[in-house]
Structures are given as C-alpha cells and as structure tokens.
C-alpha cells in the first residue's frame, strides 16, 4: 500500500486492468529468495521488474541507473555507499526495498524460470518504509516483561530495522543478540538450544517460515509455553506447533486464521498482554472456586468422625439430610460468586507457572483441609457441644424422640449446620484471594458474593425456623444466645487466614520462602 501510494504521488497512473494486460509473466514472493519478479511489455519493450530485500537483490544487479536516466556499471564502491544507504535507513526503524529492471533483447523468447529473468539488474533505487509501533505497544512489552513472558522477535526485516524496532518497543536493550537467517540455518539443534537458554534478548532477522517452526519446537522442547504470532501462509505451520498461536485478524490470511487458536480482530499487540490478563485471572478464580469447595470437606466429615470414635456416646452431631441441605443449598450461589472476583493486585508480576503444573496443588490442599477446613470444623463442633452441654447432656445419654434431651439434641445439630454456614461465609472471604490481603480488593467489591451470602443466610433461617423444614431436615428453633454464638466463626475464618497469608509475605519478603510459597 505505502509503495502504490507512493507511486500516485509521483504522478503514475495506476490501473490494475492495464498492468494486468501488459504482464507476460509473474514469478511470485519466495521467503527464501526474498525477491519477486514481473516481466511486462512496456513503451514498445519488455521489462524484468524485480523487487526484494537489498542484500539478494544487490548481488543480482550489475549497473545502477543514474538520476539522468543513464545507467553506470555498479561498482565495489558504489555497491558499498548504496550497503550503507540500506544500513541508515534500518538503524532508523525502515523497512527497506530494492528496485531493479533490465530491458531483455527483442525477438527473444520470455524467461520460464526466474533465475533466467533475474539477472543483469540495473538497480533503480531503494524504497524505505516506516509503520511506527502503536502507542499503546510499549506499555503492553513492559507488561509482558513484569509478567515474566519473555518476547523473541522472529521476522524477516533487516536486522538493524529489526533491532531498531525492538529497542524502540522495549523488547530488547541497545545490544541485544541478532541472528540471521543463513547463522540459524547453520545452527545445530544443540547450538541453537544453547542460545535461546543463554541469551534473554535475541532477534531472529532475515528468518524463513521454517525457522519460526524450528525456534517454536526449540522451546517447546526446554519446557516453554509458546506463543507465536503470524499473518501469512507460511506461518501457519509455526501458528499450529505452537501452544498458542496467534493469528492477525485483520490483516492476516485465512490460513492463519484457521490454524491459530486465538484471533485478534484488532491485529494490537495490547490485545495478547489484556488476554494474558484475562486467562490468569480466570485460572485464579477457578482455583479459588475449588479451594473454597474443599474447605468444606473436613467440616462435613468431621461430625461422622465423631459419631464414630465415640462409639455412639456423641450422637450424631449432623444428620443426612442437613449435611444435603448444606452441599445442595447453601453452598452453591457463593461458590459460583468466586468465579468473578476481581484480579489481585500483582497478577501480572508473577512469573508464569510451569506448563506440567496441576491447578490442584499440594498447598492448596493443606489449606482447604487442614487449615480452613479444621478452623471451620472446630467452630461447628464448638456449637454443637455448646447446646448439649448447656442442656445438661453427659457421653452415653440418650436423645432419640421422645427423650428429655430430644429437643436439646436437635437445636445441637441445627447448631452444627449453621455453624459450618457461617464457617462457609469465612471461607468465601478467605478464598477470594491466593496472595494478598482482603482490603486490597475490598471487601465488598464482589457483589454477586454479597448477595450469594445473604441467599445463603435467609436460606439457612428457612431451613431453621419454618415448621416444615423442621420436621423435614431436623432442625429445631435456636435462642438469640445461640445465634449470637455463631456470628464471630466468619470473622474467626477470614482472619486466621489474613494472617496466615500475611505471614507468607513477611517470609517471601525475607527472602526465607519463594514467592511460589504464597500460592494457595
């Protein structure tokens, strides 16, 4: 587009039927060549029109045409000051073109094969493009780099517009370490693994679709998640190796398209960081999701555990029927709430994790089981002991129907279900972050949890006080003395773990634990 703009400016007439009639052959982009060619008949005679990146084209030309309209055989010397023109334009950023023609003899047949046709060029001159980097780009790397994502530039510019390009960006420093596609074609799988483990900053230039594919399975093969990025027919081979390919929208092909995983309308580097984004806080949220779900297995079995060791002198602190109410009814609409709780602060300036990691993981465990669960199992059977004690209740008394202690009994089991409810309430607070404090999201910054727990809360109170449910679950009517025992386990919940993630910190702010130790 920049060339045929160009082209107008200059006063050219551009119109595809006439170029399209006077076109006798058409010798298409060759990514290894880097060139590409047309012969067409033109002002009674027959052209070679070639294209292609400075450094194959130069080698092809054997004069260069002066600014009269005559040609001057292209010397050593004037081959080394065009070299030099090309090195200034890339150290700016720009994209450079060679132009080259040659006349081919009348009555002579036309050349099938480009090798025939490129040859004996007379350069014309060089065209230098600039499409400056997004505004928005640069902040995007930055993210990228405080997120630990390391970005390595596979192109097919020259390698200072590619370095140029980089440093402007912020991908790369001023030295960065640029390999060309010839050096990566001679590289050994083992050299080229030796270099991407030891250089941070690397820029692959002048690169084949080839190499793309090789780099891409180079760090697959050290354990890497890769993400490469592509527009053309012959990146689609990369796009599909790749766990992530990522294919232009807008100005990408179909085939990219097909054989990507992820398509951005937008074709804005931001979008890949903002996607980032999103996807970790999504896997957060599933975590938090099935922590806050395991919390409450050792709450529930707990009673059952009781019941058990006693020997039946402790009745059954939790019936059947309760512990289904508690799983099926109140647990249910926080446990969703989670999953749209806001990113914590710090997402993006975690390292990414390894590609081999469960999203169930030991510490997870330890704190849904053995933490959260024993504080909120504690607090139930807490209540439970409560009322039956206060009742005058001793191991091995009967409470069946119709037994002096019946009615103490039930208000003793209703006391476990509301005091694993409220226990729940902690936990749902406890759960929505891995790392930081509460207050750093707020408190009340996930509505949809607000109202889960105040569904959850009426719930329970239907459950409790409405006859039917009494008779159907078990359940008897508790004293405001009972209540008011029930209403710190939230608080007990949260702010044992606040303190359990602050002492985290402390320790990974020592330096005595990795930060990966703070993951729940």
């Given at each position: 587009?920049?060339?045929?703009?160009?082209?107008?400016?200059?006063?050219?007439p551009?119109?595809?039927?006439?170029?399209e009639?006077?076109?006798?052959?058409?010798?298409?982009?060759d990514?290894?060549?880097?060139?590409?060619?047309t012969?067409?008949?033109?002002?009674?005679?027959?052209?070679v029109?070639?294209?292609?990146?400075?450094?194959?084209?130069?080698?092809?030309?054997?004069?260069?045409?002066?600014p009269d309209?005559?040609t001057?055989l292209?010397?050593?010397?004037?081959?080394?000051?065009v070299e030099?023109?090309?090195d200034?334009?890339?150290?700016?950023?720009?994209r450079?073109l060679?132009?080259?023609?040659?006349?081919?003899?009348?009555?002579?047949?036309?050349?099938?094969?480009?090798e025939?046709?490129?040859r004996?060029l007379?350069?014309?001159g060089l065209?230098?493009?600039?499409?400056?980097?997004?505004?928005?780009?640069?902040?995007a790397?930055?993210?990228?780099?405080?997120a630990?994502?390391?970005?390595?530039?596979?192109?097919?510019?020259?390698?200072?517009?590619?370095?140029?390009?980089?440093?402007?960006?912020?991908?790369?420093?001023?030295?960065?370490?640029?390999v060309?596609g010839?050096?990566l074609?001679?590289?050994?799988?083992?050299?080229?693994?030796?270099?991407?483990?030891?250089q941070?900053?690397?820029?692959?230039?002048?690169?084949?679709?080839?190499a793309?594919?090789?780099?891409?399975?180079?760090?697959?093969?050290?354990?890497?998640?890769v993400?490469?990025?592509?527009?053309?027919v012959?990146?689609?081979?990369?796009l599909?190796?790749?766990?992530?390919?990522?294919?232009?929208?807008?100005?990408?092909?179909?085939?990219?398209?097909?054989?990507?995983?992820m398509?951005?309308?937008?074709?804005?580097?931001?979008?890949?960081?903002?996607?980032v984004?999103?996807g970790?806080?999504?896997?957060?949220?599933?975590?938090?999701?099935?922590?806050?779900?395991?919390a409450?297995?050792?709450?529930?079995?707990?009673?059952?555990?009781?019941f058990?060791?006693?020997?039946?002198?402790?009745?059954?602190?939790?019936?059947?029927?309760?512990?289904?109410?508690?799983?099926?009814?109140?647990e249910?609409?926080?446990?969703l709430?989670?999953?749209?709780?806001?990113a914590?602060?710090?997402?993006?300036n975690?390292?990414p994790?390894?590609?081999t990691e469960s999203?169930?993981?030991?510490?997870?465990?330890?704190?849904?089981?053995?933490?959260?669960?024993v504080?909120?199992?504690?607090?139930?059977?807490?209540?439970?002991?409560?009322?039956?004690?206060?009742?005058?209740?001793?191991?091995?008394?009967?409470?069946?129907?119709?037994?002096?202690?019946?009615?103490a009994?039930?208000?003793?089991?209703?006391?476990?279900?509301?005091?694993?409810?409220?226990?729940?309430i902690?936990?749902?607070?406890?759960?929505r972050?891995?790392?930081?404090?509460?207050?750093?999201?707020g408190?009340?910054?996930?509505?949809?949890l607000?109202?889960g727990?105040?569904?959850?809360?009426?719930?329970?109170?239907?459950?409790?006080?409405?006859?039917?449910?009494?008779?159907l679950?078990?359940?008897?009517?508790?004293?405001?003395?009972m209540?008011?025992?029930?209403?710190?386990?939230?608080f007990v919940?949260?702010?044992?773990?606040?303190i359990r993630?602050?002492?985290?910190?402390?320790?990974?702010?020592?330096g005595?634990?990795?930060?990966?130790?703070?993951?729940?």
């Open positions: 587009m920049a060339l045929l703009e160009a082209a107008r400016a200059l006063g050219e551009l119109d595809p039927a006439r170029r009639r006077q076109r006798r052959r058409h010798f298409h982009f990514p290894v060549l880097k060139l590409m060619s012969v067409d008949e033109r002002d009674g005679a027959v052209w029109h070639t294209k292609g990146a400075p450094e194959a084209l130069l080698p092809l030309c054997t004069a260069v045409a002066e309209g005559g001057v292209l010397t050593p010397e004037r081959l080394r000051r030099e023109r090309v200034a334009y890339a150290r700016q950023g720009m450079v060679a132009v080259a023609r040659r006349r081919l003899e009348p009555g002579r047949p036309l050349p099938d094969r480009r025939e046709a490129e004996g007379t350069l014309l065209t230098a493009m600039i499409d400056p980097p997004r505004p928005q780009v640069a902040d790397v930055a993210h990228c780099r405080a630990g994502i390391r970005i390595i530039v596979v192109t097919g510019d020259h390698p200072l517009t590619a370095a140029a390009v980089a440093r402007q960006v912020g991908i790369t420093g001023d030295h960065p370490t640029v060309n010839e050096d074609d001679a590289m050994s799988e083992d050299d080229l693994d030796a270099l991407l483990r030891g941070r900053e690397l820029i692959f230039s002048r690169s084949s679709p080839e793309k594919l090789r780099i891409a399975d180079a760090l697959r093969a050290e354990g890497h998640v993400a490469m990025t592509g527009d053309g012959n990146d689609a081979p990369a599909r190796r790749a766990d992530i390919g990522v294919a232009m929208g807008r100005s990408g092909t179909d085939v990219a398209r097909e054989a990507s995983t398509v951005l309308t937008d074709d804005d580097f931001a979008t890949i960081v903002a996607a984004r999103a970790r806080q999504g896997y957060d949220n599933i975590r938090k999701f099935i922590c806050y779900i395991f409450h297995s050792t709450p529930e079995i707990t009673p059952a555990v009781v058990a060791l006693s020997g039946g002198a402790v009745p059954l602190p939790l019936t059947v029927l309760q512990l289904l109410a508690f799983d099926v009814g109140t249910t609409l926080p446990a709430a989670l999953g749209r709780e806001p914590e602060p710090g997402l993006m975690r390292p994790r390894r590609r999203i169930i993981r030991a510490p997870m465990l330890l704190r849904a089981w053995l933490f959260l669960g504080i909120c199992a504690a607090l139930a059977m807490s209540g439970f002991f409560f009322v039956l004690l206060r009742a005058g209740w001793r191991p091995g008394d009967p409470t069946g129907p119709g037994e002096p202690l019946n009615h009994y039930r208000q003793a089991t209703t006391m476990t279900f509301l005091g694993m409810i409220t226990g729940q902690g936990t749902a607070f406890a759960a972050t891995e790392r930081v404090s509460l207050r750093s999201i408190v009340f910054s996930n509505r949809l607000l109202w727990i105040a569904f959850e809360l009426a719930l329970a109170a239907l459950f409790i006080y409405t006859p039917p449910f009494q008779s679950l078990g359940t008897a009517a508790l004293t405001p003395a209540l008011a025992l029930t209403v710190p386990f939230p919940v949260w702010g044992a773990d606040e993630r602050w002492l985290l910190r402390r320790r990974a702010a020592d005595r634990t990795p930060p990966e130790g703070l993951a729940a």
